[in-house]
T-cell receptor, first 112, second 113 residues
């Protein structure tokens, strides 16, 4: 079955860039997503990328997709303390009935 | 905005009790999902439903069942709660035919004692 893997923890200083990495195994993935979960809250969609794209930029967020290596990354520029959260990578096969498959989540800690 | 509401934020139940977790969405979405979230394991799919009275098992359905009698409501049932079902439960919904547009509820933290 599908598998999505992430490292569990990342610590950065405020103002630095954060890079959160994710690998996935399902080559038929159509959409790849990044979700953010703040303490005590549900999941918030940050951004997503179609599998036919290599890069997507949205303000401070940059998503890079390497389909050959099945590697996805999320870069957060000028990281702020408000970015401290758990970040989940997820994949799906798109418009069908398939559910999202999630990674384990990366806890980002931003130090002032 | 689509809203997905989970009826309880926190629940404490005893081992062996039958537990109902309720999820309601207000935007006529066909697809609804139940996940459980555990530290270091991410979100794992328990069951999903692609329409009223339709359901499919996810990756970890054992010990759970679901009910979808109305389009807006998707219930997760723990037939006989056990301590290993202590977890955060998240409900989500989306429209069929879109790759994005999943909306999540705030979660129900269930403790089984």
């Amino acid at each position: 079955g599908e598998d999505v893997e992430q490292s569990l923890f990342l610590s950065v200083r405020e103002g630095d860039s954060s890079v959160i990495n994710c690998t996935y195994t399902d080559s038929s993935s159509t959409y790849l997503y990044w979700y953010k979960q703040e303490p005590g809250a549900g999941l918030q969609l940050l951004t997503y990328i179609f599998s036919n794209m290599d890069m997507k930029q949205d303000q401070r967020l940059t998503v890079l997709l390497n389909k050959k290596d099945k590697h996805l990354s999320l870069r957060i520029a000028d990281t702020q303390t408000g970015d401290s959260a758990i970040y989940f990578c997820a994949e799906s096969m798109g418009t069908g009935r398939r559910a999202l498959t999630f990674g384990s989540g990366t806890r980002l800690q931003v130090q002032p | 905005d689509v809203k997905v509401t989970q009826s309880s934020r926190y629940l404490v139940k005893r081992t062996g009790e039958k537990v109902f977790l309720e999820c309601v969405q207000d935007m006529d979405h066909e697809n609804m999902f139940w996940y459980r979230q555990d530290p270091g394991l991410g979100l794992r799919l328990i069951y999903f439903s692609y329409d009223v009275k339709m359901k499919e098992k996810g990756d970890i359905p054992e010990g759970y069942s679901v009910s979808r009698e109305k389009k807006e409501r998707f219930s997760l049932i723990l037939e006989s709660a056990s301590t290993n079902q202590t977890s955060m439960y998240l409900c989500a919904s989306r429209i069929t035919g879109t790759g994005v547009g999943y909306t999540f509820g705030s979660g129900t933290r269930l403790t089984v004692v």
